[in-house]
Protein backbone atom coordinates (compact mmCIF):
# COMPACT_ATOMS: atom_id res chain seq x y z
CA UNK A 1 0.00 0.00 0.00
CA UNK A 2 1.37 3.88 -0.82
CA UNK A 3 0.34 6.95 1.01
CA UNK A 4 -0.04 8.24 4.25
CA UNK A 5 -0.99 6.60 7.30
CA UNK A 6 -3.23 8.19 9.88
CA UNK A 7 -2.79 6.73 13.36
CA UNK A 8 -5.88 6.24 16.10
CA UNK A 9 -7.10 4.43 18.99
CA UNK A 10 -10.20 2.71 18.97
CA UNK A 11 -11.74 2.69 22.72
CA UNK A 12 -14.19 0.45 23.10
CA UNK A 13 -16.48 -0.43 26.55
CA UNK A 14 -18.64 -3.20 28.10
CA UNK A 15 -21.51 -1.46 25.97
CA UNK A 16 -20.08 -2.45 22.90
CA UNK A 17 -20.06 1.48 22.58
CA UNK A 18 -16.74 3.11 20.82
CA UNK A 19 -15.56 6.85 22.30
CA UNK A 20 -15.78 9.29 19.61
CA UNK A 21 -15.18 12.96 18.54
CA UNK A 22 -17.39 14.82 16.26
CA UNK A 23 -15.42 16.63 13.81
CA UNK A 24 -16.43 20.26 13.91
CA UNK A 25 -18.86 21.88 11.77
CA UNK A 26 -20.12 18.35 10.51
CA UNK A 27 -22.55 15.56 11.53
CA UNK A 28 -19.79 13.08 11.50
CA UNK A 29 -18.08 11.19 14.29
CA UNK A 30 -14.80 9.92 14.11
CA UNK A 31 -11.92 8.13 16.05
CA UNK A 32 -9.36 10.42 17.47
CA UNK A 33 -6.54 9.92 14.75
CA UNK A 34 -4.18 11.93 12.82
CA UNK A 35 -0.92 11.62 10.80
CA UNK A 36 2.38 11.18 12.74
CA UNK A 37 5.08 13.47 13.07
CA UNK A 38 8.52 13.23 11.31
CA UNK A 39 10.12 10.25 13.24
CA UNK A 40 7.11 9.39 15.64
CA UNK A 41 6.00 5.93 15.80
CA UNK A 42 2.23 4.87 15.14
CA UNK A 43 1.49 3.79 18.50
CA UNK A 44 2.92 7.43 19.92
CA UNK A 45 1.05 9.45 17.26
CA UNK A 46 -2.18 7.55 18.28
CA UNK A 47 -1.47 8.80 22.27
CA UNK A 48 -0.80 12.40 21.06
CA UNK A 49 -3.87 12.51 18.54
CA UNK A 50 -5.88 11.28 21.44
CA UNK A 51 -4.43 14.09 23.94
CA UNK A 52 -4.80 17.05 21.10
CA UNK A 53 -8.34 16.19 20.05
CA UNK A 54 -9.73 15.17 23.59
CA UNK A 55 -7.51 15.28 26.40
CA UNK A 56 -7.28 11.73 27.11
CA UNK A 57 -4.27 10.69 28.43
CA UNK A 58 -3.39 7.19 26.80
CA UNK A 59 -1.57 4.13 28.53
CA UNK A 60 1.11 3.85 25.35
CA UNK A 61 2.07 0.40 27.01
CA UNK A 62 -1.89 -0.69 27.18
CA UNK A 63 -2.39 -0.34 23.60
CA UNK A 64 -2.95 -3.34 21.40
CA UNK A 65 -1.81 -2.96 17.83
CA UNK A 66 -4.32 -3.83 15.68
CA UNK A 67 -2.13 -3.65 12.45
CA UNK A 68 -3.12 -0.95 9.28
CA UNK A 69 -5.96 -0.98 7.30
CA UNK A 70 -7.01 0.14 4.05
CA UNK A 71 -8.64 3.96 4.65
CA UNK A 72 -8.89 6.01 1.65
CA UNK A 73 -7.27 5.54 -2.03
CA UNK A 74 -4.27 7.47 -0.42
CA UNK A 75 -4.46 6.59 2.91
CA UNK A 76 -4.07 3.72 5.52
CA UNK A 77 -5.51 3.38 9.05
CA UNK A 78 -3.07 2.26 11.91
CA UNK A 79 -5.01 1.35 14.89
CA UNK A 80 -4.21 0.22 18.49
CA UNK A 81 -7.50 -0.76 20.39
CA UNK A 82 -8.09 -0.19 24.44
CA UNK A 83 -11.02 -1.69 26.60
CA UNK A 84 -11.99 0.72 28.92
CA UNK A 85 -14.72 0.78 31.78
CA UNK A 86 -18.22 2.20 30.80
CA UNK A 87 -17.68 4.74 33.34
CA UNK A 88 -14.07 5.13 32.47
CA UNK A 89 -14.58 8.31 30.16
CA UNK A 90 -16.54 11.22 31.10
CA UNK A 91 -16.70 12.80 27.46
CA UNK A 92 -17.86 15.91 29.17
CA UNK A 93 -14.73 16.72 30.50
CA UNK A 94 -13.31 16.46 27.04
CA UNK A 95 -11.63 19.56 25.39
CA UNK A 96 -10.08 20.07 21.36
CA UNK A 97 -6.47 20.82 21.53
CA UNK A 98 -5.78 20.74 18.23
CA UNK A 99 -6.94 24.15 15.84
CA UNK A 100 -6.90 24.65 12.25
CA UNK A 101 -7.74 27.88 10.10
CA UNK A 102 -11.07 28.18 8.98
CA UNK A 103 -11.42 28.46 5.49
CA UNK A 104 -14.01 31.17 5.25
CA UNK A 105 -13.00 33.10 8.73
CA UNK A 106 -9.37 32.12 8.52
CA UNK A 107 -10.30 31.66 12.44
CA UNK A 108 -8.89 29.12 14.28
CA UNK A 109 -11.05 26.46 14.73
CA UNK A 110 -10.92 23.48 16.54
CA UNK A 111 -10.72 19.70 15.14
CA UNK A 112 -13.53 18.82 17.30
CA UNK A 113 -16.18 20.20 19.09
CA UNK A 114 -18.27 17.13 21.26
CA UNK A 115 -17.58 13.51 22.26
CA UNK A 116 -20.00 10.91 23.09
CA UNK A 117 -19.99 7.06 22.90
CA UNK A 118 -21.54 5.45 20.05
CA UNK A 119 -22.58 1.61 19.55
CA UNK A 120 -20.60 -0.12 17.05
CA UNK A 121 -23.75 -1.94 16.00
CA UNK A 122 -25.12 1.50 14.14
CA UNK A 123 -21.58 2.51 13.18
CA UNK A 124 -23.16 2.99 9.52
CA UNK A 125 -25.40 5.81 11.19
CA UNK A 126 -22.40 8.27 13.05
CA UNK A 127 -19.40 7.78 10.56
CA UNK A 128 -18.16 8.32 7.55
CA UNK A 129 -17.98 4.96 4.86
CA UNK A 130 -14.87 4.10 4.92
CA UNK A 131 -14.62 4.28 8.26
CA UNK A 132 -17.37 2.31 9.11
CA UNK A 133 -16.16 -0.58 6.32
CA UNK A 134 -12.70 -0.64 8.50
CA UNK A 135 -14.50 -0.78 11.85
CA UNK A 136 -17.04 -3.36 10.11
CA UNK A 137 -14.54 -5.67 9.63
CA UNK A 138 -12.44 -5.96 12.85
CA UNK A 139 -12.26 -8.90 15.25
CA UNK A 140 -14.64 -7.42 17.79
CA UNK A 141 -14.38 -10.64 19.69
CA UNK A 142 -10.62 -10.33 20.59
CA UNK A 143 -10.77 -6.48 21.12
CA UNK A 144 -13.82 -7.20 23.63
CA UNK A 145 -11.33 -9.82 25.56
CA UNK A 146 -8.43 -7.30 25.86
CA UNK A 147 -7.93 -6.42 30.07
CA UNK A 148 -9.54 -3.42 30.65
CA UNK A 149 -8.27 -0.10 32.00
CA UNK A 150 -10.68 1.51 34.50
CA UNK A 151 -10.43 4.75 33.81
CA UNK A 152 -8.26 7.33 31.39
CA UNK A 153 -7.43 11.00 32.80
CA UNK A 154 -8.76 13.39 31.04
CA UNK A 155 -6.35 16.65 31.13
CA UNK A 156 -8.77 19.43 31.81
CA UNK A 157 -6.22 21.88 31.87
CA UNK A 158 -7.46 25.20 29.94
CA UNK A 159 -7.48 24.17 25.97
CA UNK A 160 -5.24 27.15 24.26
Not at 31 to 41: I, R, V
Not at 59 to 77: H, I, V
Amino acid sequence: MTGVVSCGSLLLNRRRQLFVCRATGTARWDLPKGLADDGESPRAAAVREAWEESGLRLPPARLTDLGEFAYLPRKRLHLFALRVADDGIDPRLCRCRSFYAHHRTGRPTPEADAYAWKPIADVTAWCGKNMARVLSGLAWESIEGLEEVAEIEVDVSEAP
